[in-house]
């Protein structure tokens, strides 16, 4: 084995990780304002007023980077999941714990925000319709989630049974994605995708991809300085983390 | 285009700034409840290293 997937797996330890996730923090955090405040001025005051939505189409511009982050979140959890039980590694269920409330927060987002764009856009807050059904569904697997690991004190064992519920519940990501293809939905399909042109404006666009790209920096950012919280909480009884809360900033 | 105009969003303002500004507080609450939680494990930590 070579020395440099030795030192990679060094990360994997909590210990060594606890310093390298704060150091990490700032190189998402500030990217993360810059683009927010260059995707807010984009999308609410260069971008012009939309022909047939009027200027209620601007929710976009964060209802679908919240939406978006809303099933990504979810997926990353699952893979630290997968880790954290075929390996049994103290570090991914930790990840998996921090990442739960960030994703949980952008589903409540997008739900918001969708609920208040669809009011003017199609008469209406909320339709039981499944593109809608199904992201309220996400939003109670981050709910069960940490309801799950609230009622098992030994935390690795919560570890396991999270990991099993986020792994079971993977199933409606793409049942999400693909519910306004699958069923005929009050949600409108996919105004942006890889494989089509974009069914909007350049600069609308832009502004969107920025938003998107801001979501991104910041949750890392905010999981990385959760998951230094949760290290604490949990291995702060042996004596490395105690000297790290002290020493390291 | 006036401030005024800004703000009421095309007639949408209640739907625009009602979905920025929540979004904005939670995110505001989101941050402020991270720090708060990692001051507090530092201080538990290090009441734990002392004992």
Redesign the interface.
Known sequence: MSTGSLRWFKYASPASFFPLAGKLVPWFAVPAALLAAAGLYLG??VAP?DAQQ???Y??IF??VP?AWMSMFIYVVMAFWSAIALSFNARLSGMMAQALA??GA?FT??AL??GS??G??AWGTYWAWDARMTSELILLFLYFGYLALRGAIADARRADRAGAVLVLVGVVNIPIIYFSVKWWNTLHQGATVSLTAAPKMAAIMLSAMLIMTFATWF?AIA?TL??V???I??RE??S?W??????AVQ | MSLTD?FA????GF??W???L??AA??VI??AA??A??R???????A???E
């Open positions: 609410l005051v007023t009027g200027d209620a601007r929710i964060i209802h919240a409330p960030t927060l409540f987002i918001w925000t208040l764009w009011r003017p910041y905010i300085v959760r230094r919280a949760i604490l909480e702060g009884k004596g983390a105690g000297e790290l809360a002290g | 800004f969003m095309g007639g949408y739907y625009v009602g979905a920025y929540v979004t939670l995110i989101e941050i991270v720090r939680r990692l507090n494990a530092r201080r538990m930590a290090d734990g290293a002392d």
